[in-house]
């Protein structure tokens, strides 16, 4: 109802016009939006892209899902490797893939699940609160070493921007997962419907460099 | 004149010409005309569906492309293509509708905005749907158009009877619009319970009906020729989907109990659409249940007490006074916490609620909390001397009372404690705090500061003035604007699928993302028109912080703020946006 600052006012024969002009234009052009598919949502294209990038950890302070208000920059740069991603309890399609993603990494990992730190970071932080980032974790089966993460909306929004996750809106979000081997290390960016092998594979490959 | 903002409409509309073609010279009725499915398959499809049980009461199973599986609810489709059938938009994934009516008659042109505002994405149109080739989507995740799908879909190897009972569920899913929704009308009821004053009640209305007779006059109908349009998307407009409004304004009397009854009385002697808005200084759960039971939307009433269990067809500002009560504990149980806090109301309803709520919440952080209740009846005023016995300077108040009893309070001196908290949900804001209380006193506050919340309600405000409404209650009367607003703006989107489910689906896929877009535009369109008013940044439309809605997240707001008053009467923020 943008009835203050419009100033249109289009009266039947302008409507029409409006009609006649888009019809004169664009008369051939026909809806195939079939085609015009991207690429990387065709089956033979690769199903996700591998980038190696550098990341500053922004200084925030971060609740963990059992309720404790900890330094971001300490609970990543703790020392052990980290394999990330970026969720919301309430996500109904693509969350519970990639959470999917993540339990199956946790478990493909064996012995090494303890010596890696898997990271989820809430973008929707108000409703996802420490109960229910613990509810959710127990659904999909987390272990120990598998903490999600809360806290405001600026200090979520500011941990989705210092790793070129954000996208205005968290119904924006797309799949990405992120590794890195130690703290100072790039980062390896893993973006698109990645499966759990690739992920422990980058987190092989990573350490033994 | 054509300004940037028309450019882009018409590239939006070089879209949808195919559309506007067919449209104009083919038939427009959208609902199919397929012979119905017995009874019994269609439940069987609706379990696969929603439940995702199999026909002999198994978990169903969906094998996605990295070999994961997924059982039972997980794999239900519902979880994706939603309960109204019509798909959704997840990042940059599109997951089509699969109604009936989108798979087997797509030469009605069936259209569905799936990514609104970018004004370039709909459901990507494909030749009709058969049961061999819904058999082979379903199963092995190939498209009609021998496309092998997103990743995301999963395979499903159900068998015959399944598939059969599916496509029966599917042809019935949305097969018409919903009750209370013609060609060029949509019904709404706004619901007003007995005990709202006089004064709010007339506010509200006309606020409603005011903002209700805007949208009707900017939109163009076959009546309204001259309609100035609102201009929420040109696929809306090319389409000629637009509809009017029909507000009914549904009181409720007597007892609680009874409004149940009333409710569908009213519906059975006119089904509505949704219900718009709505006031209460009661309980509000006769109401939810309504909804549910009828599934009918339940659109952003200003109730300050919804019921805890959130419900799908309901949707709220915030939790209201149990939020209020929470954000409160957790504030006083931050460094300096009180001895003692002293609870002071009326046997109202909501007071009692807020209050109980309280002191459980206090009692989990160890704050002694006791209650006090004034005797004054409904119709008499209040007496502080009442509740002020044996108060020290070690107590903290707690006043759970309405605008009306605040005058009464201003009479006499505030009690001799530490400090005074009001809630702002029920007195409608900081206006009614007594000036000689204010130097003790404190608000919890679920609306966004005064300074920013002027910059985001700019629009409200110049309507208000233009229409020569007074501002009786800003809370009030800008929530009702706002729902008003929303619901132009998602029914806009919706095209011609006036489906229940679907709007609900849709508020909670854009309200956070719809906030953010409409407030750049609006400062955009302040400083193009050079309106008066100020261009200052602007975050939202609504008198809340931000909102933001998801799957089974039907409160929009979640926190609060303590503010208390400076020398000079103005309010400050005395904490952070608090979340409990």
Redesign the interface.
């Known amino acids: 109802?943008?009835?203050?600052?419009?100033?249109?006012?289009?009266?039947?024969w302008q409507?029409l016009l409006?009609?006649m002009?888009?019809?004169a234009?664009?008369?051939s052009?026909?809806?195939?939006?079939?085609e015009s598919?991207?690429a990387a949502?065709?089956?033979n294209a690769p199903?996700f892209t591998r980038t190696v990038v550098s990341y500053v950890t922004p200084d925030v302070s971060v609740i963990r899902e059992d309720g404790k208000r900890l330094p971001f920059l300490k609970e990543l740069d703790d020392g052990r490797p980290v394999i990330m991603n970026f969720i919301?309890a309430?996500?109904?399609?693509?969350c519970?893939?990639l959470s999917?993603?993540f339990s199956?990494v946790q478990t493909n990992l064996g012995k090494d699940s303890e010596k890696v730190h898997m990271v989820s970071i809430s973008i929707?932080?108000?409703?996802d609160?420490p109960a229910k980032l613990t509810e959710y974790a127990k659904k999909f089966g987390a272990g120990p070493n598998w903490n999600y993460y809360t806290g405001?909306?600026g200090s979520s929004i500011a941990i989705q921007k210092a790793f070129s996750a954000y996208?205005?809106?968290?119904?924006?979000?797309?799949?990405l997962i992120l590794v890195r081997a130690a703290p100072g290390k790039p980062w390896t960016r893993l973006e698109g419907?990645v499966?759990?092998d690739a992920v422990v594979n980058e987190y092989r490959t990573l350490s033994k460099q | 004149m054509l300004t940037p903002f028309i450019l882009r409409q018409l590239k939006i509309s070089a879209l949808l010409m195919p559309i506007l073609c067919s449209t104009l010279f083919g038939a427009v009725d959208a609902i199919a005309q397929t012979a119905s499915a017995p009874a019994n398959l269609v439940e069987q499809g609706r379990r696969i569906y929603l439940e995702g049980i199999d026909g002999t009461g198994n978990p169903l199973q969906g094998v996605r492309a990295d070999n994961a599986r997924l059982v039972g609810a997980q794999a239900a489709c519902v979880n994706c293509h939603k309960r109204s059938g019509m798909g959704s938009v997840e990042g940059d994934i599109l997951i089509q509708p699969i109604t009936g009516n989108y798979l087997f008659n797509p030469d009605k042109f069936q259209l569905a905005t799936m990514d609104p505002r970018t004004g370039k994405k709909f459901n990507l149109t494909h030749a009709a749907y058969t049961e061999e080739s819904l058999a082979l989507a379903i199963t092995s995740g190939v498209n009609n158009s021998g496309r092998k799908m997103h990743p995301l879909m999963p395979n499903y190897p159900i068998d015959k009877s399944d598939m059969a009972a599916l496509s029966a569920y599917l042809k019935e899913l949305s097969k018409e619009w919903s009750p209370g929704v013609s060609k060029d009308n949509i019904r709404l009821a706004t619901v007003i319970t007995p005990e709202v004053e006089g004064v709010r009640r007339k506010a509200f209305v006309d606020t409603l009906q005011k903002a209700v007779m805007q949208k009707n006059g900017s939109t163009l109908t076959s009546q309204n020729k001259k309609g100035r349009r609102h201009m929420i998307s040109a696929a809306e407009m090319v389409l000629g989907t637009e509809r009017t409004w029909t507000l009914d304004i549904w009181e409720l009397q007597g007892a609680p109990e009874t409004w149940g009854a009333q409710l569908e009385e009213k519906y059975k002697a006119q089904p509505v659409f949704a219900l718009l808005s709505g006031l209460s200084n009661s309980t509000w759960e006769p109401i939810q249940n309504f909804c549910e039971n009828t599934q009918v939307p339940c659109w952003f009433p200003s109730s300050s007490l919804p019921p805890a269990t959130e419900s799908f067809y309901s949707l709220y500002y915030s939790r209201g006074v149990n939020l209020e009560a929470d954000v409160l504990a957790k504030y006083l149980s931050g460094n300096k916490k009180p001895k003692r806090v002293v609870q002071i109301r009326r046997d109202d309803i909501i007071a009692n609620e807020a209050a109980k709520r309280l002191n459980t919440s206090l009692a989990a952080v160890g704050i002694t909390s006791e209650d006090r209740v004034f005797k004054a009846k409904a119709d008499e005023p209040i007496s502080i001397q009442q509740v002020t016995n044996g108060l020290t300077s070690d107590d903290v108040t707690v006043f759970w009372l309405r605008r009306t009893d605040l005058t009464e309070l201003g009479k006499s001196t505030p009690p001799p404690v530490k400090a005074v908290y009001f809630s702002a949900e029920m007195a409608g804001g900081e206006q009614g705090i007594p000036s000689s209380w204010q130097s003790i006193t404190h608000l919890i506050y679920p609306y966004e500061l005064p300074d920013k919340r002027q910059s985001n309600l700019t629009n409200f405000h110049a309507w208000q003035t233009m229409k020569k409404l007074p501002l009786i209650d800003e809370p009030l009367q800008a929530e009702a604007f706002f729902a008003v607003e929303f619901l132009t703006e998602t029914l806009a989107e919706m095209l011609d699928n006036i489906y229940r489910d679907y709007l609900i689906e849709r508020s909670e896929n854009m309200l956070s993302r719809n906030e953010a877009i409409k407030s750049e535009q609006q400062v955009r369109e302040r400083v193009m028109w050079s309106k008066t008013g100020s261009t200052a940044k602007q975050q939202g439309t609504s008198i809340y912080p931000h909102l933001g809605l998801g799957v089974n997240q039907h409160f929009a707001s979640k926190g609060a703020y303590i503010v208390g008053f400076t020398k000079e009467g103005k309010l400050m923020a005395d904490s952070d946006w608090i979340v409990p």
């Open positions: 109802m943008n009835f203050l600052i419009h100033p249109l006012n289009l009266t039947s409507t409006y009609f002009l888009c019809c234009t664009f008369a052009t026909s809806l195939q939006a079939e598919i991207p949502r065709q089956s199903a919301f309430s996500c109904s399609a693509i519970p893939m999917h993603v199956k929707d932080p108000e409703n609160t405001t909306v996208r205005g809106d968290k119904m924006n979000h797309t799949s419907f499966n759990p």
